[in-house]
């Protein structure tokens, strides 16, 4: 009954017939909606009955205004309609704009619609994408399209159709009949296409060139272009845009930040963009007015005027017109386009407008003083930018250089989080859980730091450089007692490197805010065991205090027999010394008669020197020996060195070595143990957590050394950065390269002299002199002040660690025994550690011909046990006796 008084209500409303199912509830949509279109059917027939009849009621009335011509062509039209049942676009489509999202949301509701009207919702969608597939690929004309697509559509959903065809008319400019026929397009359908932003452009079906070029599609009108040269006109693009494949356009990409060097170029290139453009479009305005105010000013010249004196009547031509003047000018203002327009009016100002209304109204005033303006601006124009040009030569010289140093701009965070104690921490801790190799997770999360650095084409370019783990197919690798290994390192440039590290580090320690008793632990650790892993001599870092001694004035080697003996005619260093040439043993030997020297000439009595007594290890000025006699009488000490017997005064004498304590357990456990390393010169140590960051730490330092060399070296040879750097007078490469180090080495003294932060000593900031000397491929080196910082901060931790020493005195108590037993060292580590986390290190040289090189093996060890429950009570009591016996520093 409710359907029946609708359809009654609605009789001549067939369209709210149609709409009035939205508003029942959905279990009787479907039987009211069948009711309705029925109804609304009926009555559709029934008002164009009711037309005919009017029609055919009324008189045929007949325009009389048109001519033949025009009956004819309705004639034709409307025979043509007839005769093709095709299905027309619209010709005067809406002023609608659609995006994405409109059509989005368009294709969501078709997909919906075949889903609940049609038996087979998923297959009549799936040949409504076939038709729009085979449009794309331009199978099928848009008119065959509409034919396939309207049984889809078009019985049940007319709107949906008509807005379809909508969509599809907005989505191109021309049909293949359009375009057959040289018809125009309809109106506001190139205004679409402009409207819409290439981002919302599907590029995946066009023509490409390259990964990141595509091109325009078919039927995307060409934009209008004017004053284009033959020669432009075959070089210059119309076709091929470039879209973003990769990470390039995303706010992560590092390389889309710029620092501030790039920021004032990018600033001087906007300037000169800016008056470049405003140049250019006032002279392309000049050159559109100045034809048209000659024109003017001609016919201003021409105007033909009788005078009153003349005798001769005027013809009826020859009348003046309005103003009086016979030439009366006009105007077409298409002949200004948006650019000529808007360059008058940035000249004029506020009253730009009101100029360009009196051209075409007046434009015999107002063309020529628009001209001599133009032509004031110009001139004014160009001498700014000859004046502007200077600064911006300056600017781009002071930045072009420094704006390449892209690394920079991010090192100095992604160094910190490298460096920190967390990251080197779980990297071990990683491998160890995975077997020594990197779990697929923390590689993952490596590759996409690197990714966010470098570009999303990372993997194609420097994947190779993104390793897990050093090859060691052909490098030494570490016994299997002890390391699987979980982690491996190459040290690169040994004989050198570890010098310059250490010379460093001591520079740094003597210069740090730490107390003087840290400073003593420290260098003690360095002369007990960091120095000799190392194969860093005693006497060569002992170096430095010799340059504070006060030498005497050295005689002929002639008398060198009275003070410098062979032991008692034991031949046998004379032997080992065969390979060592003359120059090498005298730089070694003493030259000084001290038998002769006054009690005045010496730096300090007797008295005030602790005396030594006979038998200690002493490190000399020529090495390291054994005191054999102290001689009071002429303030003496006669000591036994490797090349001879020598009698030294006591300023000669550096230090006393210490020697390390005898342990009878550290005996037991190597009788008790048959392993050993493969390699005599290889070395072992077990340290604390602290050992494996210093270790850590100090590669990267001498990586880094190895870095700048390299670039110090090959500055000359390189051409992209040879305008860059501070050029240095001479012509040989190499003492230029080591100039150029030992400059940056100067660098680093004057960064650690400063406080660990701060400049260099010329006043410039550390990372732009660093740049200058070796270029922006020096990046890394810019953090070396937090590195080596990071470095000191272990090394204190070790010095005051009494397990690091007690590890230390296990170390070298092996070492003095020439040789190391992985297992019974292991043992003998875990008796003197107390259930704290330690780490495995062996150091393997390699030999002479395969380069300077070494590599060290890490393994992580966890809290460390004794295998096996024989001689428990030796070693607890052995252990009670070492931590008792801790000797004195």
Not at 625 to 651: K, M
């Amino acid at each position: 009954e409710v359907l029946e008084q609708v359809a009654h209500l609605f009789q001549d409303h067939p369209d709210l017939l149609k709409e009035f199912t939205f508003f029942l509830p959905d279990a009787v949509q479907e039987q009211a909606k069948e009711r309705l279109h029925r109804a609304a059917a009926d009555s559709e027939a029934r008002m164009a009955a009711q037309r005919a009849q009017q029609s055919q009621g009324q008189p045929k009335v007949v325009d009389m205004t048109s001519t033949a011509a025009d009956a004819a062509n309705r004639g034709r039209k409307r025979k043509a309609e007839e005769s093709v049942p095709t299905i027309l676009v619209p010709q005067k489509p809406e002023s609608y704009v659609y995006n994405s999202a409109v059509e989005r949301q368009f294709f969501d509701t078709v997909r919906e619609a075949l889903a609940a009207y049609t038996r087979d919702g998923g297959q009549a969608w799936a040949e409504f994408l076939k038709c729009l597939d085979m449009y794309a690929q331009e199978i099928l004309s848009k008119s065959e399209m509409f034919k396939f697509v309207e049984p889809l559509l078009g019985k049940r959903h007319n709107k949906l159709f008509e807005e379809f065809k909508r969509i599809i008319q907005y989505a191109g400019a021309q049909s293949a009949t359009q375009q057959q026929s040289q018809q125009p397009l309809p109106p506001n359908l190139e205004d679409s296409w402009y409207s819409v932003p290439l981002s919302e452009i599907d590029f995946s079906r066009c023509r490409r060139c390259s990964p990141s070029y595509r091109a325009l599609p078919r039927d995307y009108p060409s934009p209008p272009c004017g004053d284009r040269s033959a020669e432009e006109a075959k070089v210059l693009n119309d076709v091929w845009v470039s879209l973003p494949v990769g990470s390039e356009e995303s706010y992560t990409f590092r390389h889309m930040r710029r620092n501030m060097y790039e920021e004032n170029l990018f600033r001087c290139e906007d300037e000169r963009f800016e008056i470049d453009m405003a140049i250019d479009s006032n002279a392309a305005t000049l050159a559109r007015l100045e034809p048209i105010a000659e024109e003017i000013a001609q016919l201003a010249e021409n105007e033909l005027i009788l005078p009153e004196t003349s005798t001769q009547p005027k013809p009826a031509s020859m009348d003046q017109g309005m103003g009086g003047k016979r030439f009366h000018y006009t105007f077409d203002k298409t002949i200004l386009g948006v650019h000529h327009r808007n360059s008058i009016t940035r000249i004029y100002g506020d009253a730009g407008e009101e100029m360009l209304d009196l051209i075409v109204k007046n434009p015999t005033v107002a063309v020529p003083l628009i001209v001599e303006r133009l032509r004031q601006k110009d001139t004014e124009w160009r001498k700014v930018r000859t004046r502007l040009n200077k600064r911006w030569k300056d600017v781009a010289e002071q930045n072009y250089y420094r704006s390449l140093d892209h690394r920079s701009l991010t090192w100095r965070t992604t160094d910190k989080r490298a460096i920190s104690t967390r990251t080197l921490v779980s990297e071990i801790k990683d491998r160890a859980a995975n077997n020594g190799r990197e779990s697929e997770p923390a590689f993952q999360a490596r590759l996409d730091k690197a990714k966010e650095e470098h570009g999303g084409f990372y993997e194609v370019t420097m994947g190779s450089s993104l390793k897990r783990d050093l090859d060691l197919t052909y490098l030494p690798k570490p016994t299997r007692k002890l390391f699987t290994p979980h982690m491996s390192f190459m040290y690169e440039n040994t004989s050198w490197a570890h010098q310059d590290a250490y010379r460093i580090l001591a520079f740094a320690l003597e210069r740090g805010s730490i107390s003087p008793a840290d400073k003593e632990r420290c260098h003690r650790l360095w002369f007990d065991f960091l120095g000799p892993w190392f194969n860093l001599s005693l006497d060569w870092m002992l170096k430095p205090a010799v340059i504070y001694q006060d030498t005497t004035k050295p005689v002929s080697t002639t008398e060198l027999p009275r003070i410098v003996s062979n032991g008692g005619g034991d031949d046998s260093m004379a032997d080992d010394d065969d390979d060592d040439s003359d120059g090498d043993i005298a730089a070694r030997v003493v030259t000084e008669d001290v038998r002769q020297l006054k009690p005045s000439q010496d730096t300090g009595s007797y008295m005030d020197h602790h005396p030594l007594p006979a038998g200690a290890a002493v490190s000399t000025l020529y090495g390291d020996g054994r005191i054999i006699e102290s001689r009071r009488a002429d303030n003496t000490y006669l000591v036994q060195l490797p090349f001879g017997r020598a009698f030294l005064r006591p300023s000669a004498v550096l230090c006393s070595i210490i020697p390390a304590e005898k342990s009878g357990f550290t005996s037991k456990l190597r009788a008790a143990d048959r392993s050993k390393l493969d390699r005599p010169d290889d070395m072992l140590a077990i340290g604390t957590q602290s050992l494996y960051l210093f270790f850590r730490l100090h590669q990267i330092l001498v990586r880094r050394l190895g870095i700048a060399k390299e670039l110090a070296y090959s500055v000359k040879d390189d051409p992209t950065i040879i305008n860059m750097v501070e050029h240095m007078p001479g012509e040989d490469r190499s003492a230029l390269g080591r100039r150029r180090y030992d400059s940056f080495l100067s660098l680093v003294f004057a960064l650690l002299d400063g406080g660990m932060v701060g400049t260099a000593s010329d006043g410039h900031k550390f990372d732009d002199r660093v740049r200058a000397l070796l270029g922006h491929g020096g990046y890394e080196l810019t953090t070396m002040d937090k590195l080596i910082s990071h470095i000191l901060k272990n090394l204190q931790s070790m010095a005051n660690d009494d397990a690091m020493w007690n590890l230390i005195q296990v170390y070298r108590r092996h070492m003095a025994l020439g040789s190391f037993k992985p297992e019974a060292f292991k043992n003998e580590a875990a008796s003197v550690t107390d259930g704290e986390q330690m780490y495995a290190f062996q150091i393997c040289p390699l030999p002479k011909e395969k380069g300077d090189k070494a590599v060290l093996h890490m393994e992580y060890l966890g809290v460390i046990t004794e295998s096996g429950d024989e001689g428990a009570d030796d070693v607890a009591s052995v252990a009670d006796s070492q931590s008792s016996k801790r000797q004195r520093r």
